[in-house]
């Protein structure tokens, strides 16, 4: 499988320009210049910048100059540190991967589809000639998989529009169920040389989700060691979240998460992508901050064997808080040795 090169060790700056409140002072002070310093010192080569549409243009599609100013600021923040960058557009006009946010229609409407296209090009002649550190990711966490042929349609005229103006820039492009790894065997053959597939990993959600808020049926006192067996976490996913569990219930029910669950989840994807010959990434996985911190290390480091035997490249989420701050006070007792399994 081809590497992606110089996107290995990356950490995601969730909660910046996307899933915030859009205000100048978010804008200012959530990430500075300092934080790409720390990241860099962290051993990384890149980060990826989640940006919502909203960051770049007005409720009617106009651009945001001062949004592309910003964008352009943090480019060179990264490129002063020795990071490469990955702008991941995080949420278009008519969609996000969080209804929450109350974005509908895109895949039905092509007035969307078109100013999402629209977004892409005035990005690409901004941003295009930067392709020597920087990437284009289309869309955050594609969720229904009846999006799916929709999906790989618009994928690829968007693709053919940056490429009028970004012609060797490296384009990342994910799948349904919020960018499950499941879903990269029905992403579209590579239009050139220069796509790169992108999948998300938190498995198992029982674990890596536990006691999450935004999440129901899931109880936010809920507890799970990373001990627990394949049987109990299975019980927990039937209960919490409405069973979803990742296909633990046809593990042996007295087995313990180790590194051959992840080794044989991604197998699929792996292979995918090297009959293809495209280079394959994951650009978000983490665990929630409620869980214990010598669990969470035990799962970066479980997570960290498998990414390292396929040469998966990966951003973990996320840099400061987002319920999974890597930088948060809570992490200093282990973060030195989770730094090792970014």
């Known amino acids: 499988m081809r590497i992606f090169t110089g996107y290995q060790k ?56 001062t949004g592309y100013e910003r964008l352009e600021r943090a480019i060179g923040w990264a490129r002063e540190n020795g990071l490469n960058m990955v702008l991941d557009l995080h949420k278009t006009a008519g969609f996000s991967f969080d209804p929450g946010e109350l974005e509908a229609g895109f895949f039905e409407n092509e ?11 005035r990005i690409a002649r901004r941003f295009g000639h930067y392709s020597n550190m920087l990437a284009f990711e289309l869309l955050n966490e594609v969720t229904e998989q009846k999006y799916g042929p929709v999906w790989n349609r618009i994928a690829a005229e968007c693709v053919r529009r940056i490429r009028a103006y970004a012609p060797d820039v490296k384009i990342l492009i994910g799948g349904y169920w919020h960018n499950s790894a499941v879903a990269v065997k029905d992403l579209p053959e590579p239009f050139d040389e220069n796509i790169v597939y ?105 997570i960290h064997a498998a990414f390292e035997k396929y040469g998966i490249g990966r951003a973990a989420w ?14 200093d007792a282990v973060r030195p040795a989770l730094l090792r399994y970014l």
């Open 318 to 331: 996320s840099y400061r808080q987002m319920d999974f701050g890597l930088s948060d006070p809570r992490m």
């Open 198 to 302: 992108n999948f998300h990993c938190y498995e198992p959600l029982i674990f890596t989700h536990q006691g999450a808020y935004w999440m129901p049926p899931m109880e936010t006192s809920f507890r799970i060691p990373v001990t627990a067996t394949y049987g109990e976490m299975a019980q927990a996913g039937r209960r919490y979240l409405n069973g979803s569990q990742a296909g633990l219930e046809a593990l042996p029910a007295d087995g313990h998460l180790d590194s051959a669950y992840f080794e044989a989840f991604l197998a699929e994807a792996v292979r995918t992508a090297e009959s293809r010959n495209v280079p394959l990434y994951c650009g978000e996985y983490g665990v929630i901050d409620k869980a214990l911190l010598e669990d969470a290390l035990r799962w970066y480091s479980l």
């Open 111 to 121: 007035k969307y589809q078109e100013r999402f296209y629209a977004l892409w090009e």
């Open 10 to 65: 990356g950490v995601d700056l969730g909660g910046w320009f996307s899933q915030c409140d859009h205000t100048e002072e978010r804008y200012d002070t959530f990430i500075t210049a300092a934080d790409f310093a720390t990241i860099k010192s962290w051993g990384c080569d890149h980060v990826r910048l989640p940006v919502d549409y909203d960051l770049l243009e007005d409720k009617y599609g106009a651009p945001r100059e």
